[in-house]
């Protein structure tokens, strides 16, 4: 899954296989514009509300992510201060976009199958991650999203925090249940 770059002493992003067939798709359901759906951001709210709740970490946040070339956040709670929304304004498209070298959503689309690092700093891809140094990011649980008719993983829902949490299985098939919510709402949004 990972190759290791001995002339750079990290490991490389994971091959993509589908990721033509990903573009068509998301182009198919409209999801191929770098844009916010209310929706998702509505989920991605939920995501960090249960996840606050269980961890006592009001910094956690949720989010749902299309990864094409790059990765784009069409869902994205709203941070939060001791558990509550601080705004109700949207961030801005660019603060939703991330290369697909940060993060460890391309891993978890690679997998195809949830993904819970109790400490970031424990998988070796960490050491050169953007996200986890500017985000403070120390935790993170993702799941992949799977298109129910084709098989295709349009993305990834996660949960991101800045401290260390021991994931249980109850927080993965809770994340997992995000995931198939999240892919229902893909599927049924109006097409632009």
Not at 19 to 47: F, H, K, M, N, T
Not at 69 to 94: C, I, K, N, Y
Not at 150 to 175: F, K, N, P, S
Request: aromatic share 8%.
């Amino acid at each position: 899954m990972t190759t290791f770059n001995s002339e750079t002493s990290r490991h490389g992003l994971p091959e993509d296989h589908e990721l033509p067939r990903r573009l068509e798709l998301l182009a198919e359901l409209g999801l191929d514009q770098q844009r916010p759906i209310p929706e998702l951001d509505a989920l991605a709210d939920r995501v960090a509300d249960a996840f606050i709740e269980r961890t006592g970490q009001p910094s956690f946040r949720g989010i749902v992510n299309i990864v094409a070339h790059e990765q784009f956040f069409v869902g994205l709670s709203r941070p939060r201060s001791g558990g509550h929304s601080t705004s109700q304004d949207p961030d801005p498209v660019a603060d939703r976009i991330m290369p697909r070298t940060e993060g460890w959503c391309v891993f978890t689309l690679a997998r195809r199958t949830a993904f819970p690092l109790n400490n970031v700093l424990d998988y070796p891809r960490s050491a050169g991650n953007g996200a986890m140094h500017r985000f403070r990011v120390k935790t993170y649980l993702g799941a992949p999203i799977i298109h129910a008719a084709t098989g295709i993983c349009l993305g990834t829902i996660c949960g991101v925090g800045t401290l260390t949490t021991q994931w249980t299985l109850a927080d993965v098939e809770r994340m997992k249940e995000f995931a198939q919510e999240a892919g229902g709402l893909m599927e049924q949004r109006p097409r632009f």
